[in-house]
């Protein structure tokens, strides 16, 4: 669930809402995978990188379950999905089973981390813009934390 909720930069409900079906297709995790956003109602693809579709295989193999199970399954009711609560909790464990303050860290911190990469490696928020599945740029500025110094720092070092 870790390595999904980082490749999908999906928000924590939307996470919890992935279905067996959405992931996999011929027994296979899918390298690219779509679903429906709760808060917007819009669509958004991700990507699974190898890392996260050999997780999330092991992981549905041992759960088992019907390509219309949720991928991660309440601990009371199995036909339906945990709950944000559970999902907070299993994001404190990870936090601090490598060594970080869990204070600083949340589930919105999964979403925003491959972003925040992506940006920095590459400057253009329009791809993150997309890949977050924002509908206006300045969300993404103000998601990011973009500021000045960025924009500096990308002219300083773009040569002409």
């Known amino acids: 669930?870790?390595?999904?909720?980082?490749?999908?930069?999906?928000?924590?409900?939307?996470?919890?809402?992935?279905?067996?079906?959405?992931?996999?297709?011929?027994?296979?995790?899918?390298?690219?995978?779509?679903?429906?956003?709760?808060?917007?109602?819009?669509p958004v693809r991700f990507e699974l990188l190898e890392p996260a579709r050999t997780t999330s295989l092991d992981w549905l193999e041992r759960r088992g379950g019907t390509l219309d199970d949720y991928a991660s399954p309440s601990r009371i009711d199995h036909s339906d999905h945990i709950s944000t609560r559970q999902y907070a909790r299993l994001v404190d464990e990870w936090v601090t089973g490598i060594g970080l303050r869990r204070e600083d860290y949340g589930t919105h911190s999964l979403r925003r981390t491959k972003a925040s990469i992506i940006y920095k490696a590459t400057g253009n928020l329009r791809a993150v813009q997309i890949l977050l599945g924002h509908t206006k740029i300045e969300s993404t500025v103000r998601y990011l934390g973009v500021d000045i110094e960025d924009a500096l720092a990308l002219a300083e070092a773009t040569e002409v």
């Open 1 to 42: 669930m870790f390595d999904l909720a980082i490749d999908s930069r999906l928000r924590g409900c939307d996470v919890l809402k992935v279905r067996i079906g959405e992931l996999v297709s011929g027994g296979q995790v899918r390298a690219r995978a779509l679903v429906i956003q709760q808060k917007t109602g819009r």
